[in-house]
């Protein structure tokens, strides 16, 4: 509770929140879906999974780089053959959107990034990061957009 100065009524909460300010230790982000975080999306009309990095995240919709869910058996057997490869940069609008979670650990159970560098010695990150400058690279360059309205595939 606050007093009408905007500091706290209790004095023992003030004194930890400046400790913790003190000491370094910061408080959980209040949004974590932010650019760089790896992320699992769910698709309506039609119905689809994306695995990836977010770029951007607005009240448009969602800008990432990565690949089909449904995809990532191969995507990991390309990336550990050695094979060449381009990571999709799209732009999903919010109303396909229905959900959007962190790729975490759940458990015992790795994340797909855990999985995907488990199995290819390579940081998912990295390679969808890296996608996502070249997008914007291009974009600067007067290249064109480097990402796909997902309607376009309906």
Known sequence: MQNSTGGSDNPS?????RSRERSGVVAPARNPFQPGSMVVVTLGSPRDKFWGMILALATEGLSMSGIELASFEDFVLMVKDGESFS??????????IERIELDLADGT????????????????????GRAGAEGKAGRRMGQGAATAPAEGRE
């Open 13 to 17: 909460m003030a004194k930890e929140s």
């Open 87 to 96: 990571p999709a940069v799209v732009f999903f609008p919010m109303h396909r």
């Open 109 to 128: 159970l790795p994340s797909l990034s855990q999985r995907f560098s488990a199995k290819t010695g390579r940081d998912p990150a990295a390679l969808f």
